[in-house]
Protein backbone atom coordinates (compact mmCIF):
# COMPACT_ATOMS: atom_id res chain seq x y z
CA UNK A 1 0.00 0.00 0.00
CA UNK A 2 1.06 3.32 -0.95
CA UNK A 3 1.98 5.61 2.32
CA UNK A 4 0.42 8.97 2.48
CA UNK A 5 3.07 11.02 1.28
CA UNK A 6 3.45 8.94 -2.14
CA UNK A 7 -0.14 9.74 -2.67
CA UNK A 8 0.22 12.94 -2.09
CA UNK A 9 2.99 13.49 -4.30
CA UNK A 10 0.91 11.26 -6.79
CA UNK A 11 -1.80 13.79 -7.30
CA UNK A 12 0.24 16.83 -7.20
CA UNK A 13 1.97 15.66 -9.99
CA UNK A 14 -1.28 14.57 -11.63
CA UNK A 15 -1.61 18.13 -11.91
CA UNK A 16 0.81 18.50 -13.86
CA UNK A 17 0.31 15.58 -16.14
CA UNK A 18 3.19 13.78 -15.02
CA UNK A 19 3.08 10.12 -13.71
CA UNK A 20 5.05 8.37 -10.91
CA UNK A 21 7.06 5.48 -12.84
CA UNK A 22 5.41 6.30 -16.17
CA UNK A 23 6.48 5.06 -19.40
CA UNK A 24 6.28 8.61 -21.11
CA UNK A 25 9.82 10.61 -21.33
CA UNK A 26 8.69 13.46 -18.69
CA UNK A 27 7.48 10.77 -16.06
CA UNK A 28 9.10 10.40 -12.58
CA UNK A 29 10.62 7.59 -12.19
CA UNK A 30 11.25 6.74 -8.52
CA UNK A 31 14.44 5.24 -7.12
CA UNK A 32 14.20 5.79 -3.41
CA UNK A 33 11.08 6.06 -1.33
CA UNK A 34 12.26 8.42 1.09
CA UNK A 35 11.58 11.05 -2.23
CA UNK A 36 7.90 11.42 -1.05
CA UNK A 37 8.83 12.91 1.79
CA UNK A 38 11.91 14.91 1.15
CA UNK A 39 10.28 16.53 -2.01
CA UNK A 40 7.07 17.62 0.73
CA UNK A 41 9.75 18.68 3.38
CA UNK A 42 11.85 20.85 1.42
CA UNK A 43 10.17 21.96 -2.16
CA UNK A 44 12.52 22.55 -4.81
CA UNK A 45 15.47 21.78 -2.97
CA UNK A 46 14.59 18.52 -1.84
CA UNK A 47 13.73 17.80 -5.39
CA UNK A 48 16.94 18.52 -7.14
CA UNK A 49 19.08 17.53 -4.16
CA UNK A 50 17.27 14.03 -4.41
CA UNK A 51 17.96 13.77 -8.26
CA UNK A 52 21.31 14.84 -6.86
CA UNK A 53 21.56 11.74 -4.92
CA UNK A 54 20.37 9.32 -7.72
CA UNK A 55 17.00 8.92 -6.00
CA UNK A 56 14.70 9.52 -9.08
CA UNK A 57 15.12 10.68 -12.59
CA UNK A 58 13.48 11.78 -15.96
CA UNK A 59 14.43 10.29 -19.28
CA UNK A 60 12.97 14.17 -20.48
CA UNK A 61 13.91 16.13 -17.65
CA UNK A 62 13.55 19.68 -18.86
CA UNK A 63 9.90 18.05 -20.03
CA UNK A 64 9.20 16.85 -16.63
CA UNK A 65 10.02 20.54 -14.35
CA UNK A 66 8.77 22.60 -17.85
CA UNK A 67 5.11 20.60 -16.60
CA UNK A 68 5.68 21.11 -12.78
CA UNK A 69 5.99 24.93 -13.26
CA UNK A 70 3.49 25.05 -15.79
CA UNK A 71 1.22 23.86 -13.12
CA UNK A 72 2.49 26.18 -10.29
CA UNK A 73 3.19 22.79 -8.40
CA UNK A 74 6.99 25.03 -6.91
CA UNK A 75 4.18 27.79 -5.51
CA UNK A 76 2.00 25.02 -3.95
CA UNK A 77 4.81 23.93 -1.95
CA UNK A 78 6.40 26.34 0.03
CA UNK A 79 8.85 24.79 2.90
CA UNK A 80 11.08 26.55 5.75
CA UNK A 81 14.02 26.27 3.23
CA UNK A 82 12.30 29.12 1.10
CA UNK A 83 11.66 31.03 3.87
CA UNK A 84 15.07 30.82 5.19
CA UNK A 85 16.46 31.87 1.77
CA UNK A 86 14.04 34.78 1.69
CA UNK A 87 14.74 36.10 5.47
CA UNK A 88 19.10 36.06 4.89
CA UNK A 89 18.40 38.64 1.17
CA UNK A 90 15.88 40.99 2.84
CA UNK A 91 18.15 41.16 5.90
CA UNK A 92 22.07 40.92 4.90
CA UNK A 93 23.46 43.87 2.11
CA UNK A 94 25.98 41.71 0.17
CA UNK A 95 29.64 42.24 1.96
CA UNK A 96 32.78 43.13 -0.55
CA UNK A 97 34.11 39.30 0.00
CA UNK A 98 30.50 37.51 -1.12
CA UNK A 99 31.05 38.10 -5.04
CA UNK A 100 34.22 36.73 -4.81
CA UNK A 101 32.77 33.41 -2.68
CA UNK A 102 30.80 33.61 -6.23
CA UNK A 103 33.54 33.65 -8.50
CA UNK A 104 35.41 30.65 -6.65
CA UNK A 105 32.20 28.43 -6.58
CA UNK A 106 31.07 28.29 -9.73
CA UNK A 107 33.38 31.02 -12.87
CA UNK A 108 36.20 28.86 -11.35
CA UNK A 109 35.04 25.15 -11.24
CA UNK A 110 37.27 24.37 -14.51
CA UNK A 111 38.35 26.17 -18.08
CA UNK A 112 37.59 22.53 -19.40
CA UNK A 113 34.56 22.29 -18.20
CA UNK A 114 33.28 25.58 -19.75
CA UNK A 115 35.12 25.52 -23.05
CA UNK A 116 33.09 22.21 -23.82
CA UNK A 117 30.03 23.53 -23.16
CA UNK A 118 30.32 27.16 -24.33
CA UNK A 119 31.63 26.06 -28.10
CA UNK A 120 34.02 28.10 -30.14
CA UNK A 121 33.50 31.21 -27.81
CA UNK A 122 33.39 31.33 -24.37
CA UNK A 123 30.20 33.68 -23.71
CA UNK A 124 27.97 32.20 -20.94
CA UNK A 125 25.13 34.27 -21.41
CA UNK A 126 21.97 33.94 -23.79
CA UNK A 127 22.67 33.89 -27.82
CA UNK A 128 20.58 35.83 -30.30
CA UNK A 129 19.04 33.37 -32.38
CA UNK A 130 17.28 35.10 -34.53
CA UNK A 131 18.62 34.69 -38.09
CA UNK A 132 21.09 32.00 -35.86
CA UNK A 133 20.78 27.76 -37.07
CA UNK A 134 23.86 27.18 -34.34
CA UNK A 135 25.00 28.34 -31.27
CA UNK A 136 27.98 29.50 -32.63
CA UNK A 137 26.39 31.90 -34.87
CA UNK A 138 23.86 33.01 -32.07
CA UNK A 139 26.55 34.05 -29.59
CA UNK A 140 27.70 36.22 -32.64
CA UNK A 141 25.21 37.37 -33.55
CA UNK A 142 24.50 38.43 -29.73
CA UNK A 143 27.90 40.11 -29.41
CA UNK A 144 26.83 41.81 -32.75
CA UNK A 145 24.07 43.14 -31.22
CA UNK A 146 25.35 44.13 -27.99
CA UNK A 147 27.84 46.73 -29.89
CA UNK A 148 25.24 48.05 -32.21
CA UNK A 149 22.46 48.61 -29.77
CA UNK A 150 25.73 50.96 -27.92
CA UNK A 151 26.75 52.28 -31.24
CA UNK A 152 30.34 51.60 -30.84
CA UNK A 153 32.93 53.27 -33.30
CA UNK A 154 36.21 53.87 -33.17
CA UNK A 155 38.28 55.91 -30.57
CA UNK A 156 35.59 55.23 -27.73
CA UNK A 157 36.37 53.48 -24.52
CA UNK A 158 34.26 51.34 -22.94
CA UNK A 159 33.67 49.27 -19.95
CA UNK A 160 32.36 45.75 -19.25
CA UNK A 161 31.09 45.21 -15.76
CA UNK A 162 31.21 41.13 -15.49
CA UNK A 163 33.36 40.64 -18.40
CA UNK A 164 34.04 36.52 -18.39
CA UNK A 165 36.54 35.31 -20.32
CA UNK A 166 36.56 38.76 -22.50
CA UNK A 167 35.03 37.43 -25.87
CA UNK A 168 32.86 40.54 -26.14
CA UNK A 169 35.54 43.46 -24.86
CA UNK A 170 37.95 41.67 -27.94
CA UNK A 171 34.85 41.36 -30.11
CA UNK A 172 34.27 45.07 -29.45
CA UNK A 173 37.81 46.25 -30.56
CA UNK A 174 38.25 43.64 -33.21
CA UNK A 175 35.14 44.76 -35.06
CA UNK A 176 34.45 48.28 -33.91
CA UNK A 177 38.47 49.83 -32.91
CA UNK A 178 37.38 50.26 -29.53
CA UNK A 179 39.49 50.76 -26.48
CA UNK A 180 38.80 50.08 -22.72
CA UNK A 181 38.33 47.80 -19.52
CA UNK A 182 36.27 44.17 -18.35
CA UNK A 183 36.28 43.29 -14.51
CA UNK A 184 35.25 40.03 -13.23
CA UNK A 185 35.66 38.44 -9.44
CA UNK A 186 36.92 35.24 -10.85
CA UNK A 187 40.11 34.67 -11.31
CA UNK A 188 39.85 31.91 -13.69
CA UNK A 189 38.07 34.13 -16.18
CA UNK A 190 40.47 36.83 -15.54
CA UNK A 191 43.45 34.75 -16.78
CA UNK A 192 41.82 33.76 -19.69
CA UNK A 193 40.45 36.99 -20.50
CA UNK A 194 43.94 38.68 -20.59
CA UNK A 195 45.03 35.86 -22.71
CA UNK A 196 42.69 36.49 -25.17
CA UNK A 197 42.57 39.83 -25.16
CA UNK A 198 46.49 40.04 -25.43
CA UNK A 199 47.97 43.03 -27.93
CA UNK A 200 44.46 44.53 -28.33
CA UNK A 201 44.10 47.74 -26.08
CA UNK A 202 41.74 46.21 -23.24
CA UNK A 203 42.39 46.21 -19.59
CA UNK A 204 41.31 43.16 -17.84
CA UNK A 205 41.22 43.52 -14.15
CA UNK A 206 39.80 41.25 -10.92
CA UNK A 207 37.57 43.76 -9.23
CA UNK A 208 34.21 44.37 -7.95
CA UNK A 209 31.96 46.65 -9.31
CA UNK A 210 32.08 48.98 -6.02
CA UNK A 211 35.62 49.12 -6.88
CA UNK A 212 35.50 51.10 -9.68
CA UNK A 213 37.42 53.76 -11.13
CA UNK A 214 37.79 55.90 -14.25
CA UNK A 215 35.24 57.19 -17.21
CA UNK A 216 33.89 55.69 -20.03
CA UNK A 217 31.93 56.64 -23.13
CA UNK A 218 29.68 53.03 -22.80
CA UNK A 219 29.23 50.28 -20.42
CA UNK A 220 27.58 47.18 -20.65
CA UNK A 221 27.29 44.26 -18.27
CA UNK A 222 25.89 40.85 -19.63
CA UNK A 223 25.02 38.36 -17.49
CA UNK A 224 26.06 39.48 -14.18
CA UNK A 225 23.34 41.59 -12.61
CA UNK A 226 21.46 38.37 -11.65
CA UNK A 227 24.47 38.29 -8.92
CA UNK A 228 23.93 42.68 -7.25
CA UNK A 229 21.37 41.55 -4.70
CA UNK A 230 18.02 43.76 -4.59
CA UNK A 231 19.63 45.49 -1.72
CA UNK A 232 22.68 46.80 -4.45
CA UNK A 233 20.19 47.20 -7.38
CA UNK A 234 20.36 51.42 -6.75
CA UNK A 235 23.73 51.82 -5.78
CA UNK A 236 24.62 49.35 -9.00
CA UNK A 237 22.87 51.96 -11.47
CA UNK A 238 24.60 54.93 -9.13
CA UNK A 239 28.06 53.59 -10.01
CA UNK A 240 27.45 52.92 -13.16
CA UNK A 241 26.22 56.36 -13.64
CA UNK A 242 29.01 58.16 -12.03
CA UNK A 243 31.22 56.00 -14.16
CA UNK A 244 29.64 57.08 -17.44
CA UNK A 245 29.98 59.66 -19.84
CA UNK A 246 27.21 62.75 -19.94
CA UNK A 247 26.51 61.27 -23.46
CA UNK A 248 27.45 57.73 -23.22
CA UNK A 249 25.02 54.79 -23.52
CA UNK A 250 24.44 51.86 -20.93
CA UNK A 251 23.30 48.41 -22.06
CA UNK A 252 22.27 46.17 -19.55
CA UNK A 253 21.91 42.34 -20.18
CA UNK A 254 20.53 40.17 -17.70
CA UNK A 255 17.99 37.18 -16.82
CA UNK A 256 15.11 38.75 -15.10
CA UNK A 257 11.73 37.46 -13.20
CA UNK A 258 7.97 38.07 -13.61
CA UNK A 259 7.16 39.00 -10.28
CA UNK A 260 9.54 41.34 -7.70
CA UNK A 261 11.35 38.77 -5.08
CA UNK A 262 14.14 39.11 -2.80
CA UNK A 263 15.43 36.15 -3.17
CA UNK A 264 16.82 33.18 -5.78
CA UNK A 265 15.49 29.16 -5.63
CA UNK A 266 17.17 27.71 -2.85
CA UNK A 267 18.18 24.80 -4.73
CA UNK A 268 20.27 27.66 -7.15
CA UNK A 269 21.50 29.58 -4.51
CA UNK A 270 22.73 26.02 -2.79
CA UNK A 271 24.48 25.05 -5.64
CA UNK A 272 24.85 26.60 -8.42
CA UNK A 273 25.08 31.01 -8.05
CA UNK A 274 25.27 31.36 -4.06
CA UNK A 275 23.05 34.24 -3.11
CA UNK A 276 21.67 35.29 -6.94
CA UNK A 277 18.39 36.23 -7.85
CA UNK A 278 16.00 37.33 -10.46
CA UNK A 279 15.19 41.49 -10.64
CA UNK A 280 12.02 42.17 -11.97
CA UNK A 281 11.09 45.25 -14.16
CA UNK A 282 9.42 47.14 -11.29
CA UNK A 283 12.81 46.68 -9.27
CA UNK A 284 14.87 47.35 -12.04
CA UNK A 285 13.03 50.80 -12.99
CA UNK A 286 12.42 51.95 -9.63
CA UNK A 287 16.50 51.39 -8.84
CA UNK A 288 17.53 53.53 -12.28
CA UNK A 289 14.52 56.01 -11.95
CA UNK A 290 16.04 59.87 -12.22
CA UNK A 291 19.49 58.25 -13.01
CA UNK A 292 18.93 57.04 -16.72
CA UNK A 293 16.22 57.71 -19.11
CA UNK A 294 15.14 54.08 -20.57
CA UNK A 295 16.05 54.16 -24.33
CA UNK A 296 14.99 50.62 -25.21
CA UNK A 297 13.70 47.34 -23.74
CA UNK A 298 14.30 44.16 -25.34
CA UNK A 299 13.44 40.45 -24.31
CA UNK A 300 14.34 37.66 -26.13
CA UNK A 301 14.11 35.31 -23.08
CA UNK A 302 12.84 32.38 -25.60
CA UNK A 303 16.22 32.35 -26.90
CA UNK A 304 17.52 30.72 -23.49
CA UNK A 305 16.07 27.58 -23.85
CA UNK A 306 17.75 27.23 -27.40
CA UNK A 307 21.11 28.24 -26.18
CA UNK A 308 20.62 25.69 -22.77
CA UNK A 309 19.50 22.82 -25.10
CA UNK A 310 22.84 23.60 -27.06
CA UNK A 311 24.57 23.76 -23.70
CA UNK A 312 23.41 20.70 -22.65
CA UNK A 313 24.12 18.57 -25.92
CA UNK A 314 27.93 19.96 -26.07
CA UNK A 315 28.61 19.31 -22.07
CA UNK A 316 26.90 16.06 -22.53
CA UNK A 317 28.81 14.98 -25.77
CA UNK A 318 32.03 16.04 -23.52
CA UNK A 319 31.50 13.85 -20.04
CA UNK A 320 33.18 10.72 -20.78
CA UNK A 321 36.84 13.33 -20.97
CA UNK A 322 35.00 15.36 -18.27
CA UNK A 323 33.43 12.77 -15.73
CA UNK A 324 36.75 11.47 -14.11
CA UNK A 325 37.49 15.18 -12.85
CA UNK A 326 34.24 16.10 -11.51
CA UNK A 327 32.27 12.48 -10.63
CA UNK A 328 28.76 11.67 -11.30
CA UNK A 329 26.87 13.52 -8.30
CA UNK A 330 28.42 16.60 -9.95
CA UNK A 331 27.22 15.28 -13.69
CA UNK A 332 23.94 15.40 -12.39
CA UNK A 333 23.81 18.67 -10.11
CA UNK A 334 25.02 20.19 -13.86
CA UNK A 335 22.13 18.20 -15.92
CA UNK A 336 19.01 19.53 -13.53
CA UNK A 337 20.84 22.92 -13.57
CA UNK A 338 20.64 22.98 -16.97
CA UNK A 339 16.98 21.65 -17.44
CA UNK A 340 15.57 23.15 -14.72
CA UNK A 341 16.35 26.67 -16.57
CA UNK A 342 15.18 25.47 -19.84
CA UNK A 343 12.29 24.86 -18.32
CA UNK A 344 12.18 28.39 -16.64
CA UNK A 345 12.47 29.91 -19.75
CA UNK A 346 10.44 27.77 -21.50
CA UNK A 347 7.44 27.67 -19.04
CA UNK A 348 8.04 31.90 -19.76
CA UNK A 349 9.06 32.00 -15.54
CA UNK A 350 11.94 33.58 -16.56
CA UNK A 351 12.78 36.33 -19.04
CA UNK A 352 16.18 37.58 -21.26
CA UNK A 353 16.08 41.90 -20.89
CA UNK A 354 18.65 44.31 -22.67
CA UNK A 355 18.02 47.66 -21.80
CA UNK A 356 19.74 50.17 -23.35
CA UNK A 357 20.02 53.79 -20.65
CA UNK A 358 21.26 57.07 -21.19
CA UNK A 359 21.88 59.53 -18.61
CA UNK A 360 19.77 62.28 -20.14
CA UNK A 361 18.16 60.81 -23.51
CA UNK A 362 19.42 60.38 -26.58
CA UNK A 363 18.91 63.92 -28.69
CA UNK A 364 16.58 63.60 -31.67
CA UNK A 365 15.48 59.69 -30.12
CA UNK A 366 17.41 56.66 -30.12
CA UNK A 367 16.70 54.09 -32.66
CA UNK A 368 16.75 50.61 -31.49
CA UNK A 369 18.60 47.53 -33.41
CA UNK A 370 17.19 44.30 -33.88
Not at 45 to 69: I, K
Not at 277 to 300: C, K, Y
Amino acid sequence: MPGRFEERVRRLLAQADVRLNGDRAWDLRVHDGRLYARILGHGSLGLGEAYMDGWWDATALDGLLFRLLEAGLDRRIRTFDDTRTALVARLINLPRRRPFEVGRRHYDLGNDLYRAMLGRRLVYSCGYWRNATDLDTAQEHKLDLVCRKLLLRPGLRVLDIGCGWGEALRFAAERHGVSGAGITVSAEQARVAQELCHGWPVEIRLEDYRDLHGCYDRIFSIGMFEHVGVRNYRRFFAIVRRHLADGGLFLLHTIAGNDSVRAGDPWVSRYIFPNSMLPSAAQITRALEGLFVIEDWHNFGADYDRTLQAWRDNVERAWPTLGARYGERFQRMWRYWLSAAMASFRARRAQLWQLVLSPGGQPGGYVAPR
